[in-house]
């Protein structure tokens, strides 16, 4: 059963950055889409960033140009880089793992955008 821990959050400044890991139980990047995905209070829950096998990425509207989803296949983990944060970026964000007949989730770190 894969297994993701993640790790990264906390609080940052408007403008500030802040870099997401989600370390996998094993070497599943070759045969797993990943992503993350965050959730407000109050919100629905929304697609971040993916990454498929073949290193083609995908980055919901609201993050192109600031935020950068990555693999390090030695490392077993998967990060996301988030610069010039916003307050609107505050949410809790998930590791997902997905290959069609089986996903996982990861168990979530708490993003806090304030001054």
């Known amino acids: 059963q894969v297994q993701l821990v993640e790790s990264g959050g906390g609080l940052v400044q408007p403008g500030g950055s802040l870099r997401l890991s989600c370390a996998a139980s094993g070497n599943i990047f070759n045969s797993y889409v990943m992503a993350w995905y965050r959730q407000a209070p109050g919100k629905q829950r929304e697609l971040v960033a993916a990454?498929?096998?073949?290193?083609?990425?995908d980055y919901a509207d609201f993050v192109k140009g600031r935020f950068t989803i990555s693999r390090d296949y030695a490392k077993n983990t998967l990060y996301l880089q988030m610069n010039n944060l916003k307050p609107e970026d505050t949410a809790v964000y998930y590791c997902y793992a997905d290959r069609g007949p089986s996903y996982r989730w990861g168990q979530g770190t708490q993003v806090t955008v304030s001054s």
């Open positions: 990454i498929r096998p073949g290193g083609r990425t």
